[in-house]
C-alpha cells in the first residue's frame, strides 16, 4: 500500500499601489472635504456610517472628513469592520483581501497628514507587531516604527513575518507630509499536496529461487500466498529471482520490479 507524503506550498499574495501627488484633493481649504479609495479581493458591498455605498473598487473624493465606519464583505466571503479618519484633502486608501477566515484575510490602511519641516516622513504599524519594515529593500526595523528624513520620490515597501503573508506596496513619498501605513498581516495560507511515496522494496535476503519445470510450462505470480490471489505476473522455467522470504507453502519472490507469490512446490534454492 502506498503511503501519502505531504508537500507545502506557500501562498503569496502581493498587493501595489503608488500614492502619487493626486492623493491631495483639489480645492484646498475651499471646505472640510476629504476622499477614500477602496479595493478588495474578491470584489465585495461595500458600506460607509451604515449606508450601502456599492461594491468594490470604490472611490470618492467628496466625503465629509472627520471619522467613518466602514464594512466591508458580504455572505459567502467574510466581513471586515473598521472606524477610519478620514483627513481633509487627503484621500485614504484601503486594500483588503478575504481569506477562508478572520486569521487568513489581510490587507492595509493607507494615509497621509501634513508635518512641520520639508522633509518627508512614514510611520508604520503591523497586527501582530514586531513585523520586519524594507523600504527600498533596506531593512528600517520592526513595527512599531517611524522613520524620518527621507527624501522625496518613489519608495518601494515591504511588510514581512515569519508565519505571515508578505506585504509589498509602491509608495510616492510627499515633501511636508507623512505617510500613515497601518498593515494587517494574514496568516499564509498552505496548500497540502499529497505526494505518492515509492513502494520500499524489502532488503534483499540474498537469497535466489529458480523455477522448476511445470506442466503448463509457466507459473503463476499472486498478489497473495494464496490460491485465491489474483493474477498479477507469471513465470517461466528455468528463470532466476531474488527470494524475500516463505510463508507455508508460498514463497515470496520479485518479479520485473514488482513482488508476488508463487507455489514452493516449483521453486528450487540457490
Known sequence: MQIAKTKVINMFF?????????????????????????????????????KDAGMSPYKNRSIKAGLVDIKLGQEGIGDWQRQIELRKNISTVINWTFGKNDNYSGGYILSMEKI???????????????????VGGEHKGLTP???????????????????????????????????????????????????????????????KIKIKTTDTGWLRVRNMPSSVGLEIDRVNPGEIYDSVGDSGEWTHIIVREKQGWVSSKWVEKI
Do not use: H
Open 14 to 50: 502581493t498587493a501595489i499601489i503608488i500614492i502619487s501627488a493626486s492623493v491631495f484633493l483639489g480645492g484646498c481649504g475651499s471646505g472640510n472635504i476629504a476622499g477614500i479609495e477602496i479595493s478588495t479581493q474578491p470584489p465585495t458591498k461595500i458600506k460607509i456610517d451604515g
Open 116 to 134: 512641520g519641516g520639508k522633509d518627508s516622513r512614514m510611520i508604520v504599524s503591523s497586527s501582530p507587531a514586531k513585523a520586519s519594515v524594507f
Open 145 to 207: 516604527l517611524f522613520i524620518a528624513n527621507l527624501s522625496e520620490g518613489d519608495r518601494e515597501i515591504k511588510i514581512s513575518m515569519p508565519g505571515y503573508t508578505s506585504l509589498n506596496l509602491g509608495v510616492r513619498l510627499v515633501e511636508k507630509y507623512q505617510i500613515i501605513l497601518e498593515a494587517i498581516m494574514a496568516k499564509e495560507e498552505k496548500i497540502v499536496v499529497a505526494t505518492p511515496t515509492p513502494l520500499q522494496t524489502p532488503q534483499d535476503s540474498g537469497s
